[in-house]
């Protein structure tokens, strides 16, 4: 499986990007995955989690009411809405696959992850 995620760019304080993350490969409708971001000299760091189905999802505090995590099995592709962006948003944000079925906010458990995709929100 591989994972090309794209849609970031330059936003506005208040604005919104869709973030999208194409995976090949047959199984992705098997597992959990997640949006993981990284600003410059941080962590990284969990921001959303999506089940095998879609039905569950989890997301970080920092994150929880501006930002939606979707996914669409039959197009093998995983969204991340984001709204209401502030400057500290800005990050470079990473899709991963899990290991498992259901989503999890640690790093580790996910084993496949995209090239990463920067998204900076001016103030």
């Known amino acids: 499986v591989q994972l090309q995620a794209f849609g970031g760019g330059l936003v506005q304080a208040g604005g919104s990007v869709r973030l999208s993350c194409a995976a090949s490969?047959?199984?992705?409708?098997?597992?959990?995955m997640g949006w993981f971001r990284q600003a410059p000299g941080k962590e990284r760091e969990f921001v959303a989690g999506?089940?095998?189905?879609?039905?569950?999802?989890k997301y970080a505090d920092a994150v929880q009411g501006r930002f939606t995590i979707s996914r669409d099995n039959a197009k093998n592709t995983v969204y991340l809405q984001m709204n209401s962006l502030k400057p500290k948003d800005t990050a470079v944000y990473y899709c991963?696959?899990?290991?498992?079925?259901?989503?999890?906010?640690?790093?580790?458990?996910?084993?496949?992850w995209g090239q990463g995709t920067l998204v900076t929100v001016s103030s």
């Open positions: 991963g696959k899990a290991r498992s079925r259901n989503w999890a906010w640690r790093a580790h458990v996910y084993h496949v």
């Open positions: 490969g047959r199984t992705f409708s098997d597992y959990a």
């Open positions: 999506i089940n095998w189905s879609g039905i569950s999802t």
